[in-house]
């Protein structure tokens, strides 16, 4: 299957302009922009399979951090610590005929976020692991209160868990400071909502301003998101520390 296939052409056009001044408008408007049934049911299955074959590489994880994804220090809500719990399959686990890879590095797809989102330039992340992954999580597991380390996140809901794995989000909630940072990690839920993501969903947000989770999953069939990282800036890369903590590993010194 061609990647291009995998997109929905009779509800989405890439080049439609109509389309793309909606996406600029809720980019710009809210911060995030959801489009359901982007991806066909048939490639949504394809990449399901995909991943059930590849899950017994994915890397778990379980680590501690604060909503910068850094090390609780400093002060103020930096000191926060807050908990995950998920695997992760990287970019690098996915063979070159992976459709969903296919799809990642498809021009036209870059080009299609680039205009949704409304900016001059864009690139795929840096990051050899983090630019395509896609986090698996089973009963019990949790992604809690985040900022990510690119500027935009692109996410395609590829299967629902029985129950819970809501994706939550308090839009450009960085633009408002750490008082309302503060409040919502103590609970208020004011600035939340829950984004709806059925398989075939593509999302795009803006990750490093909008604080966002996953909450809870309960039940026996795991939630699977493919997630899609772009920056406005050339060799954006996440830390080592991240790397670490999410894929387990670090790249090769000479791929560095
Ligand atoms: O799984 C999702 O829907 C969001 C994942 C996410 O927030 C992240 O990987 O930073």
Not at 129 to 137: E, H
Not at 175 to 193: F, K, N, Q, S, W
Not at 237 to 242: G, K, R
Not at 249 to 254: E, H, S, T
Request: proline share 5%; charged share 25%.
């Amino acid at each position: 299957m061609s990647s291009l296939v995998a997109i929905n052409s009779e509800r989405y056009r890439l080049d439609d302009p109509a389309l793309i001044a909606r996406a600029n408008q809720q980019m710009r408007d809210e911060g995030v922009c959801v489009l359901p049934h982007f991806i066909t049911s048939s490639a949504v299955q394809l990449m399901v399979d995909e991943c059930d074959t590849l899950a017994p590489l994915a890397h778990r994880s379980a680590p501690k951090r604060n909503p910068y994804l850094t090390q609780a220090s400093g002060d103020g809500t930096a000191t926060t610590v807050l908990y995950d719990s998920l695997e992760v399959l990287a970019y690098d686990h996915f063979p070159t005929t992976s459709v969903l890879r296919q799809l990642y590095e498809s021009d036209e797809l870059l080009e299609f976020i680039r205009s949704c989102l409304g900016v001059a330039k864009l690139y795929r992340y840096a990051d050899p692991f983090g630019a395509l992954n896609v986090s698996i999580m089973r009963d019990g597991d949790v992604l809690d209160w985040h900022f990510d380390m690119t500027d935009f996140v692109v996410s395609i809901a590829l299967q629902s868990s029985s129950s819970g794995g809501d994706f939550e989000n308090a839009s450009r909630i960085r633009d408002a400071g750490e008082h309302a940072i503060a409040e919502l990690l103590e609970g208020d839920r004011t600035r939340v909502r829950v984004e709806p993501m059925t398989a075939g969903t593509l999302m795009l947000f803006n990750g490093r301003r909008s604080m966002h989770r996953v909450s809870p999953i309960v039940g026996e069939v795991p939630r699977y998101v493919a997630l899609l990282a772009y920056d406005t800036k050339p060799g954006t890369d996440s830390t080592d520390e991240l790397k670490l903590s999410r894929y387990g590993r670090l790249p090769a010194r000479d791929a560095r």
